[in-house]
């Protein structure tokens, strides 16, 4: 005799390793152990009589038939979770795993300090914080949400847009003094220009005035795709960085470093929160983004440098 809510979960851990690309990733995320997961899917293979996963020592790759049944158990899984909450909703509780995705400075900086109040408004919440400056993929990573920062490049995601990072140009006195202040963004070229090289636009610097776009291909000695990294080599007295006001508002405040060229807009950046699109958002991912939101909103950091 079948057991439809055995073979749903079965279905639903099945789509959940596929997607983690893990046996033992799978175990952690649901509390627990490897082989019960695989007791699970080869319980499956046997009733649905044939091979889902061909397993191999370094990474598990699906049979075709192990495909088309994962893309049917989305869909299933999909409609199951939509009929739920339609019944559901107004009473769904703010409780369970939140995982979040972000990159490694914003997520440090604005992220993980506002996590102690949410929880505390939020206590059934248990957070996994993931960190990571390249772009990561919400669904092999496993991630509920993710924040990103700048133009959104896949229109196949969930966005939301809750924020702006105002940029601005930074360097030390020390080196102003030694090297001069640009007075126009055209200036820039004979700077030693620090580069955060994971934007779409690299070396291009884009400043606006009076209604008038003005660009600038930079150049310089030092790069990295960690907007952290490029805060110390300015502190450094390395050279001039653009960078999100956010990163240096307590050396703005400090002096340790100085705005220039504060008569040009430098281009803004906006910050979208990001689910997947075949995932019904959840009450607790809801809650954390509308948090985030209104968090963001207030924060004297994420506004621009008058």
């Known amino acids: 005799m079948r057991h439809p809510v055995d073979k749903l ?52 790759s699906l049979t075709d038939e192990g495909l088309r049944y994962y893309n049917e158990c989305r869909q299933i899984l999909a409609a199951v979770d939509a009929a739920e909450h339609s019944f559901q909703s107004g009473r769904e509780t703010i409780a369970g795993h939140l995982r979040i995705g972000s990159s490694v400075s914003f997520g440090r900086l604005q ?18 914080l993931q960190l990571n400056d390249q772009n990561q ?19 196949g995601l969930i966005a939301r847009h809750i924020g702006t990072t105002h940029r601005v140009t930074v360097a030390t006195p020390a080196y102003l003094k030694q090297h001069g202040q640009p007075q126009t ?3 820039l070229s004979e700077h030693n220009c620090l580069l955060f090289n994971l934007l779409n636009s690299q070396n291009l610097w884009i400043y606006e005035r009076d209604g008038q776009r003005h660009e600038v291909r930079i150049k310089g000695n030092a790069q990295s795709n960690n907007s952290e990294a490029i ?16 990163l240096f508002s307590e050396d ?27 995932r019904r958002q959840s009450a607790r991912v809801k809650a954390f983004v509308d948090y985030m939101s209104q968090a963001l909103e207030a924060a004297p950091e994420l506004q621009a440098v008058k």
Do not use: C
Request: glycine share 6%; charged share 20%.
């Open 9 to 60: 979960n079965a279905m639903a851990i099945f789509v959940r390793v596929v997607e983690r690309g893990s046996f033992s990733a799978v175990a952690r995320e649901m509390q627990t152990s490897q082989p019960t997961i695989s007791k699970v899917l080869r319980a499956l293979e046997t009733e649905l009589g044939g091979k889902l996963i061909a397993r191999s020592t370094r990474q598990l």
């Open 111 to 128: 992220i993980a300090p506002r996590l102690p109040a949410f929880l505390a408004r939020y206590p059934d919440i248990q957070i996994d």
């Open 137 to 155: 993929d919400l669904v092999s990573e496993g991630l509920d949400v993710t924040f990103r920062i700048g133009p959104l490049n896949d229109s």
């Open 185 to 187: 963004p055209q200036q």
């Open 231 to 246: 805060r110390e080599m300015v502190l450094g007295g390395l050279g001039i960085a653009l960078s999100p006001v956010w």
């Open 252 to 278: 703005l405040k400090a002096g340790r470093v100085t705005a220039i060229l504060q008569n040009y807009t430098a281009q803004s950046l906006p910050i979208h929160a990001v689910s997947p699109a075949n």
